[in-house]
């Protein structure tokens, strides 16, 4: 298993580009997240979905969109991009999402994105 | 707002001694927790999860445990080894949604 991947790993655009991140898992895990990471600061969620056809806004969203078209794949779209979205971003996939469940959160290698 | 946040950004210690990374969360509904450990240039690696119904859980050289009087948790680390040194997190998760709230992390670098 390839586990969690994610392309591209460095990503430099200008103000008011638009880009996807791409997220793709294949553990048939239903629940799939992504985060960003700022220097000095934990993990923030960004959106999440809990199976195709299912997201949900998380701590951080807006400036992001997200589709969950299959169970594999979980693309993040920066609409406008703005030099306060610099960050590292980070797609996380586990069997649930609820605290009910097994539950082990499988990151992928991140992708680091820079705004000029 | 909520926070999960750690008492000590960076801990060095000796190999082969036992580290104590902390983690105080200030809400009281989260019933699920998580340690994890991120390498530089990697995405966190999951170390071990505890609920709220346990006080305490072993793994291979890890043990957490959870305070939930004084909101607390702490990864205890034993015989730590240069490969122990990373960036440590907790998260939690709460009931009401399918959200994890990380806190800061603490760097632990470990003296060879």
């Known amino acids: 298993n390839a586990g969690v991947t994610q392309t591209p790993k460095f990503q430099v655009l200008k103000t008011g580009q638009s880009m996807t991140l791409q997220c793709a898992q294949d553990?048939?895990?239903?629940?799939m997240s992504w985060y960003r990471q700022d220097p000095g600061m934990g993990l923030r969620l960004i959106h999440y979905?809990?199976?195709?056809?299912?997201?949900d806004q998380g701590e951080v969203p807006n400036g992001y969109n997200v589709s969950r078209s299959t169970t594999e794949d979980f693309p993040l779209r920066l609409l406008s991009a703005a030099p306060s979205q610099t960050s590292v971003y980070f797609c996380?996939?586990?069997?649930?999402?609820?605290?009910?469940?097994?539950?082990?959160?499988?990151f992928g290698p991140g992708t680091r994105l820079t705004v000029l | 707002g909520e926070s999960v946040g750690l008492h000590l950004p960076t801990l060095s210690v000796q190999e082969g001694d036992n580290s104590i990374i902390n983690c105080a969360y200030s809400?009281?509904?989260?019933?699920?927790f998580i340690w994890y450990k991120q390498e530089s240039g990697k995405g966190p690696q999951f170390i071990i999860d505890?609920?709220?119904?346990?006080d305490k859980r072993q793994g291979q050289r890890v043990t957490v445990l959870l305070n939930k009087t004084v909101k607390h948790l702490s990864l205890q680390i034993a015989a730590t080894q240069p490969g122990d040194s990373a960036v440590y997190f907790c998260a939690e998760n709460r009931v009401t949604g399918n959200q994890f709230y990380f806190g800061t992390g603490t760097s632990l670098t470990v003296i060879p």
């Open positions: 505890i609920r709220s119904n346990m």
């Open positions: 553990m048939n895990h239903e629940y």
């Open positions: 979905s809990v199976g195709a056809g299912i997201t």
């Open positions: 996380a996939s586990s069997y649930s999402g609820s605290a009910y469940s097994y539950n082990e959160q499988f």
């Open positions: 809400n009281s509904a989260s019933d699920y």
